[in-house]
């Protein structure tokens, strides 16, 4: 029987146990000198992880525009970071609001890309809105696997 709760006990609490923690940060101008960007702008992560999303300023949010069915998520527009847990599997596409038409958009990939349709039609529905640096979302995607 204690082997058995062990085991329960285990089973349940691994995911919390080995849950990660990432950060993005939200930047007017990034590491390599583009402009408006997250970075990273795609990142892979696991079931329960949570992502520290770190605005320069208060110009900046995240917000998803494409996600797996109850995984939609938004941060505040106030400078301060926010923490994101990611529980549903696939595939989301965020945007800062302000910035989107700029390109300043991102990719979460959680496990498996089970709805990886759903959001290259979002991607193509949403394309036509940004103005500039659209090969950053082609060039995220390309890295879902």
Same mark, same amino acid.
């Given at each position: ?8 006990? /285990?089973? /349940? %609490? !691994?995911?919390?146990?080995? *849950? ?10 990034g590491a390599n000198n583009q402009s ?8 892979k992560i696991e079931k329960g992880d949570?992502?520290?999303?770190? +605005?320069? &300023?208060?110009? @900046?949010? !995240?917000?998803? %525009? ?5 995984? !939609?998520?938004?941060? +505040? /527009?106030?400078?301060? #970071? ?10 989301? /596409?965020?945007?800062?609001? +302000? @910035? *989107? ?7 979460? =990939?959680?496990?498996? #890309?089970?709805?990886? &349709? =759903?959001?290259?039609? #979002?991607?193509? &529905?949403?394309?036509?809105?940004? !103005? ?5 979302? &082609?060039?995220?995607? #390309?890295?879902?696997?």
């Open positions: 029987m204690k082997k058995l709760v062990i085991i329960l006990c /285990l089973t /349940l %609490f !691994a995911p919390l146990i080995n *849950a990660k923690e990432y950060t993005v940060n939200l930047v007017t101008t408006m960007v997250f970075e990273p702008g795609y990142i949570t992502i520290n999303f770190v +605005p320069s &300023d208060v110009t @900046h949010n !995240a917000e998803s %525009f494409s996600a797996p069915t109850g995984g !939609a998520f938004k941060t +505040p /527009l106030n400078g301060k #970071a926010t923490k994101v847990k990611f529980d549903k599997e696939g595939v989301y /596409l965020y945007k800062c609001l +302000p @910035h *989107a038409v700029m390109g300043m958009l991102g990719v979460v =990939q959680v496990g498996k #890309a089970v709805n990886l &349709d =759903q959001v290259k039609k #979002a991607w193509k &529905d949403f394309k036509g809105t940004v !103005a500039i640096n659209k090969e950053r979302m &082609d060039g995220y995607l #390309a890295e879902v696997k």
